[in-house]
């Protein structure tokens, strides 16, 4: 299985911030690269797929960007709304697998 | 609209069965996959299987291999997730998807989850 990881697992930030989150995954996934943003007691979101294209709909604050193995997910300025958790997943082959998560809090 | 409207919580001791719904809407229920992800209380999300409502095929992780059935009823445009030989450490919401990636794995819209809690 493919292992995927996040840095950092959690942090904080203030309003108006530029926060980046980094996945690694354990193999070559190319670009099958899915991010998510989750809020608690909710379904996760569909924010950024095939590592960098938008999903209809999601603000343009939030970008992603590489290839390979190494992704990174960027929201341009911090909004109070984007206070959750955000997960990386591939779908390279199965099992898809997700990142452990990062939490962004409240600086 | 997109939506994913699935069933209530369930309680099952150890050793039981649970199936779990997830009614489609909103789009042509045969023209996108259905996965199930399911999420431990405080812990991250995992993949269980993947099922395409035009033809029945199925995919699932092999964790789940032997003790999961992910099947479709298109007359009803409802997914269901059989899951078997339950353990207290499948207490968890499964949460339906919408999968539009041809092969699987890109999940745009989710249900609202259902809580599992399987305890004696």
């Known amino acids: 299985d493919i292992q995927m990881t996040q840095s950092p697992s959690a942090l904080s930030a203030s309003v108006g911030d530029r926060v980046t989150i980094t996945c690694h995954a354990s193999?070559?996934?190319?670009?099958?690269l899915n991010w998510y943003q989750q809020k608690p007691g909710k379904a996760p979101r569909l924010l950024i797929y095939?590592?960098?294209n938008l999903e209809p709909g999601v603000p343009s604050r939030f970008s992603g960007s590489g290839s390979g193995t190494d992704f990174t997910f960027t929201i341009s300025s911090l909004q109070p709304e984007d206070f959750a958790t955000y997960f990386c997943?591939?779908?390279?082959?199965?099992?898809?697998?997700f990142g452990p998560g990062t939490k962004v809090g409240i600086k | 609209q997109v939506q994913l409207m699935q069933s209530v919580s369930e309680v099952r001791k150890p050793g039981a069965s649970v199936k779990v719904s997830c009614k489609a809407s909103g789009y042509t229920f045969t023209d996108f996959g259905i996965s199930w992800i399911r999420q431990a209380p405080g812990q991250g999300l995992e993949w269980m299987g993947w099922?395409?409502?035009?033809?029945?095929?199925?995919n699932y992780a092999q964790k789940f291999q032997h003790r999961v059935t992910i099947t479709t009823d298109t007359s009803t445009t409802t997914a269901y997730m059989e899951l078997r030989s339950l353990r207290s450490d499948d207490t968890a919401v499964y949460y339906c998807a919408r999968d539009v990636s041809s092969w699987g794995g890109r999940f745009d819209y989710w249900g609202q989850g259902t809580l599992v809690t399987v305890s004696s």
């Open positions: 099922i395409s409502p035009y033809n029945g095929n199925a």
């Open positions: 193999q070559d996934i190319t670009n099958y």
């Open positions: 095939d590592a960098s």
């Open positions: 997943q591939h779908y390279d082959n199965v099992p898809f697998t």
